[in-house]
Structure formats: C-alpha cells, structure tokens
C-alpha cells in the first residue's frame, strides 16, 4: 500500500494533482481519482490507504476554507472530514498540513471539534512562485520522515513496483546522458538494448522515480510524459518508417487514426510537455524488417521535425528486446545506443541495500537479499541475476512470501 495519503477537496483538484505531480516519481501516493478503480468499495479503499499510510499531506487550497466547504466539515458522513478525523488520533502517521495557491489555515472556531487538533500541526507552504523549490524541499523532508523507521506496508507485505530497479543502470544513465549531449538537439533518439530479462522498462521505471529525465530537459517542475507507441510492423518491413511513426504518433498521442497533418505538425512543434515514446522492438522484428529498420527509423524520426525544433524535448526511446544472450546489435553505426542491460552480481546488489529509496524496506532483511546471488534456482550462472529474475525474488523475501 501507498506510504502517502493525499487527502483534497473537489473543488481544489487542480492543485492537488499539482502536489501528486510532485511526489508521484519518488514515493508510492495515493491519490483517490488514480488509485480507486470503478467497481472499488470507494469506503474499504479509503479506510485501507489510511491504514498503511505514514505521512498525510492534507491539502489545502484556495476552496478548502470557502464558508460552503467549511459547513460541509460539520456533517460527519463528509469524506474530507472522514479521512482527517481517521489520521489524526494515529500515532505512526504523521499528518501535514499543505497550504496551497495562497490558502491560509482556518480559523478555530470554524472547524468542527474533532478536527481542530489538524491546528496543532505546523503548515507546508507550497507556493506557486517558488513550486519548484518548494516541492523539493517537501521530497527531502518526505524523505527524512519516511526513511526513520521500517514501514508497516513491508510487513503488510507490500512494496513500491519500482523498487527491485532501483538496483543498477549506472552505465546506461551514463550513456544516455552522452548520448543527448552528443545528438545536441530536442528530439534525440536512445537504444536500450538487452536479453528480454533485463527488465528494460524496469530502467524507464528507475528514471522516472528518480526525475532523472526532468534534470535532464531542463524540466523537473514540469515532468515529462511517457507514452508507449505501437507500431505497423507491415510499414516498417516496406520501409514506410516515416508514415510508421506518424500513425503511430495519431494512435498513441493524438489517440484519433483521422488526425490531420496540421494536427501532427502542432504536436510535433509543441507537445505540451516534454515526451518520451517508447518502441517495443523483438529480435524476431528486427529479423523481419531488416537491417535498415533501426537507422531507417531514426533517420525518420529526425526528418518529422524538419520544420523546427519542437518547444519541449521529444525523445524517442526504442527497447530491443534479445530473445537469446547471444544475441546482439551492430552498434557501430547505430546513433544512441545505450551500453547493453547486463546482469547484476552481489556488488550491485550491496550497493543497492545501501541507497536511502531501498534501505526502509530491507532492514533487517538484507542477508536473505545478498544471498539470492548465491541461490541456483535464481542465478542464470554463479554469482549473476538477470534483473527481471531479481525482481521477482526480491519482492518476494521483503515481502515474506520466499520460503
């Protein structure tokens, strides 16, 4: 379950998708439009998140303290109400109050007795001139806060998704860095290559937890979108690498086959946000489209944006997944290629315990960690885990699932 609960009015969710925004790529949050499904108990899912959460941010916005939705505070069946009241007599949960687009705290005498403890507790201010810094400075707090004892969701049998990827892509974060430096332009290309188990989406995840592609656009306030493009294997093996990514690109992005040309052109001059598209690519497609295909669709990529460089970065993120160890790209002549996803060994993995994002949830467990790269039935060969397989294993002695 989520280690943060986000507890909002309506009429304030513009700013508190902003505040999900912010802590989304570094902790698990729970947010209820995202996270409760239609069909979902919506009270059960409530009353659950509450019950693993250990930080909650209590956003207040400009319509928090409306003399409408303070009235609404007095009926005890009022959900805001409900999710307050619940935190606030929980010890191990620490409930922050977050001032946002110039809200103020309300008056005492304006809330009902059961919340006026909310009082009590000193305000986060999240102001909109200074979102950046102050968003950072929460996520460093957030991080001290959660990372001084071992949280109840990892006994509960729970863990962050992206945790076991945290684990190392230091070569590849490297690469791509050059590889970016190096094509000196806003719509770079990168090739993640590896055998299937290295869990190339896993890396994706990595970055994305850590804002590592933020820092690099330029744009860690804003964030960067990833979609995933499904693409027209028939095209690409006739060599229509341009016509593929364009109906990739209305499918996918625009999500209408019918968009015009004037259409793409506004999206590809301004995508709103910065995007990373990402092309799922089998050893078995490259063997079908042939040797061209890679160069053939990087070349198209660059040639999109023939009129102009767009307003916001534009990365096209190609995964070549092997189907076998052996096998392997030319890389030679191939622009941004990342250095090949390999296996991970007990230095890796010694390193990974050690990070502040792993720690909370190995403690007391990282002897059953190491020792996976010593067990047969997870190594592919003495000593060395796939990433994919150490995912699996991992979750499951830090959940207590692992015999």
Not at 123 to 138: G, N, P, Q, T, V
Request: proline letters at 6%.
């Amino acid at each position: 379950m989520s280690d943060i609960f986000i507890s909002y009015r309506r009429a304030d969710a513009g700013w508190a998708g902003r505040l999900l925004e912010c802590l989304e790529d570094r902790f698990d949050v729970f947010f209820d439009t995202e996270d409760i499904d239609s069909g979902d108990l919506f009270p059960e899912r409530i009353e659950s998140a509450l019950a693993a959460c250990r930080v909650c941010c209590v956003a207040i916005g400009p319509e928090w303290g409306r003399p409408r939705q303070l009235r609404r505070l007095a009926d005890a069946r009022d959900w805001v109400r409900q999710e307050i009241v619940g935190v606030l007599g929980r010890p191990r949960v620490r409930v922050i109050p977050l001032l946002l687009g110039g809200a103020n705290m309300p008056e005492e005498a304006a809330l009902p007795e059961p919340l006026r403890p909310l009082l009590q507790r000193n305000a986060f201010i999240l102001s909109h001139d200074k979102w950046k810094s102050d968003c950072d400075e929460l996520i460093r707090r957030m991080e001290g806060w959660l990372s001084t004892q071992a949280p109840e969701g990892a006994a509960r049998g729970e863990l962050p998704p992206v945790l076991p990827f945290l684990c190392d892509r230091v070569p590849q974060e490297d690469g791509l860095v050059d590889q970016l430096a190096a094509q000196g332009h806003r719509h770079p290309v990168c090739i993640v290559h590896g055998y299937l188990l290295e869990a190339h989406e896993g890396f994706l995840d990595r970055l994305r937890h850590r804002q590592f592609l933020g820092d690099l656009f330029g744009c860690r306030e804003l964030g960067v979108a990833v979609c995933r493009l499904e693409w027209n294997r028939e095209a690409a093996a006739a060599g229509l690498y341009q016509d593929l990514l364009k109906r990739a690109l209305r499918r996918n992005v625009l999500k209408r086959l019918t968009a015009t040309e004037a259409d793409l052109k506004a999206l590809l001059a301004n995508p709103g946000q910065p995007l990373v598209l990402v092309m799922q690519v089998s050893w078995a497609d490259l063997l079908a489209c042939g040797e061209g295909f890679l160069p053939g669709v990087t070349q198209a990529w660059h040639g999109l944006f023939a009129a102009g460089e767009p307003a916001w970065p534009m990365l096209l993120w190609i995964n070549v997944a092997y189907d076998s160890m052996d096998q392997a790209l030319a890389t030679d002549t191939l622009p941004g290629v990342l250095p090949r996803l390999g296996p991970i060994t007990q230095g890796h993995v010694q390193e990974w315990l050690g990070q502040d994002d792993v720690r909370r949830f190995a403690l007391g467990q990282e002897a059953q960690v190491l020792a996976l790269t010593q067990d047969s039935s997870c190594c592919f060969e003495p000593g060395k885990l796939h990433m994919q397989d150490f995912a699996d294993h991992v979750r499951q002695v830090l959940t207590g699932r692992r015999a």
